[in-house]
């Protein structure tokens, strides 16, 4: 069984900077993709950022120049950063990633249980 576990998330004031961490563990061959969602009060749930596990990256319009992601290939975890963080930026943030695990042929999307970033104005 492979999970992941989010950290990391707080309160912090408008302005101020957080970073995420989510681990995979388990029986995992590979991970291929990694990245970060987050769902609002009242909203669907959105893409933050991804990254491929060769390093490619891509953003949301809304965060991008304030939040970076990164990954740990040896860890299998996956960061973002993020900085200048506003009001809209409240949300369950959650981690995703395309794993094989041992013995499976294929790919399987796992979720992280999610972590609450609240930014104050």
């Known amino acids: 069984q492979v999970q992941l576990v989010e950290s990391g998330g707080g309160l912090v004031q408008a302005g101020g900077s957080l970073k995420l961490s989510c681990a995979a563990s388990?029986?995992?061959?590979?991970?291929?993709?990694m990245g970060w969602y987050r769902q609002a009060p009242g909203k669907q749930r959105e893409l933050v950022a991804a990254i491929t596990s060769g390093g490619s990256t891509n953003y949301a319009d809304s965060v991008k120049g304030r939040f970076t992601i990164s990954r740990d290939n040896a860890k299998n975890t996956v960061y973002v950063q993020m900085n200048s963080l506003k009001p809209e930026d409240t949300a369950v943030y959650y981690c995703n990633a395309e794993v094989t695990p041992r013995g499976v042929a294929g790919i399987t999307y796992r979720w992280g249980k999610g972590t609450l970033v609240t930014v104050s104005s």
């Open positions: 388990g029986s995992i061959f590979s991970i291929r993709a």
